[in-house]
């Protein structure tokens, strides 16, 4: 009889024991495969500063030249642990560019003069494009981690799909659409931090306005976008 027990006791034992380690190996498949297959797509919003590089003689920037960018970045992980790849995405940003070059039309022709600070009380250049950004991407995250340290660097092209020049003097406003502002504007970015903050930086390889384009003066204005502020990640 007590062997009969002892039988019947390993026994259960032993399909307890199977069915517990059965039990355990599926859960650990269901994990491994959950995170061999996360992601870190990503919603962004941007504020930053416009710094306008190579200007002119005797041009200056006053007011406050700014971005904002929104949009969503699809990640395509290339290791096993899934902490670095490449991002593509799609997004829009709104730019201004406050200076004391003053634009205006007439008969179809943009003439740019330098303007002093007692003619005008705002003038800048305006746009509103399409982006597409592409990243190499570097970051400390895991399936469950969301806060974690991140370096994305890459380029982005934007279709300007609107540029305009704006003057704002004591007697009025003058604005027309600018067909010397760019339609294609690309350039290098960056960005680094922890978490939700992180600094974004942007230099741009190629002028705001077509090339060829002078002031009254004969000057070249060949000036580039160097654009810094802090991008928000949100999963």
Same mark, same amino acid.
């Given at each position: 009889?007590?062997?009969?027990?002892?039988?019947?006791?390993?026994?259960?034992?032993?399909?307890?024991?199977? #069915?517990?380690?059965?039990? %355990?190996?599926?859960?650990?498949?269901?994990?491994?495969?959950?995170?061999?297959?996360?992601?870190?797509?990503?919603?962004?919003?941007?504020?930053? /500063?416009?710094?306008?590089?190579?200007?002119?003689?005797?041009?200056? %920037?006053?007011?406050?030249?700014?971005?904002?960018?929104?949009?969503?970045?699809?990640?395509?992980?290339?290791?096993?642990?899934?902490?670095?790849?490449?991002?593509?995405?799609?997004?829009?940003?709104?730019?201004?560019?406050?200076?004391?070059?003053?634009?205006?039309?007439?008969?179809?022709?943009?003439?740019? %003069?330098?303007?002093?600070?007692?003619?005008?009380?705002?003038?800048?250049?305006?746009?509103?494009?399409?982006?597409?950004?592409?990243?190499?991407?570097?970051? #400390?995250?895991?399936?469950?981690?969301?806060?974690?340290?991140?370096? /994305?660097?890459?380029?982005?092209?934007?279709?300007?799909?609107?540029?305009?020049?704006?003057?704002?003097?004591?007697? =009025?406003?003058?604005?027309?659409?600018?067909?010397?502002? %760019?339609?294609?504007?690309?350039?290098?970015?960056?960005?680094? =931090?922890?978490? #939700?903050?992180?600094?974004?930086? /942007?230099?741009?390889?190629?002028?705001?306005?077509?090339?060829?384009?002078?002031?009254?003066?004969?000057?070249?204005?060949?000036?580039?976008?160097?654009?810094?502020?802090?991008?928000?990640?949100?999963?």
């Amino acid at each position: 009889m007590l062997v009969n027990i002892l039988k019947f006791s390993l026994c259960s034992a032993f399909l307890i024991h199977c #069915t517990i380690g059965n039990a %355990q190996a599926e859960m650990d498949s269901v994990i491994y495969k959950s995170s061999s297959r996360y992601l870190e797509d990503q919603f962004y919003v941007g504020l930053g /500063y416009n710094i306008l590089l190579n200007r002119p003689t005797n041009i200056f %920037q006053r007011n406050l030249s700014y971005n904002l960018q929104l949009g969503f970045i699809k990640d395509f992980p290339l290791n096993a642990r899934r902490n670095f790849g490449i991002g593509l995405g799609l997004g829009y940003a709104a730019n201004s560019y406050y200076s004391n070059i003053g634009a205006s039309e007439a008969n179809n022709i943009i003439t740019y %003069q330098v303007l002093s600070a007692s003619d005008f009380e705002r003038s800048k250049f305006e746009t509103h494009a399409i982006e597409i950004p592409f990243e190499l991407r570097w970051r #400390t995250s895991t399936i469950d981690e969301y806060k974690f340290w991140r370096i /994305y660097a890459g380029a982005k092209i934007g279709y300007v799909f609107s540029g305009r020049s704006r003057v704002v003097t004591e007697s =009025g406003s003058n604005a027309f659409s600018n067909e010397d502002i %760019q339609d294609f504007q690309y350039g290098l970015l960056l960005s680094f =931090g922890y978490n #939700t903050w992180n600094i974004h930086a /942007y230099y741009a390889l190629n002028p705001l306005l077509q090339n060829g384009t002078n002031l009254e003066n004969g000057d070249v204005i060949d000036m580039r976008v160097l654009r810094v502020g802090i991008i928000f990640y949100i999963l």
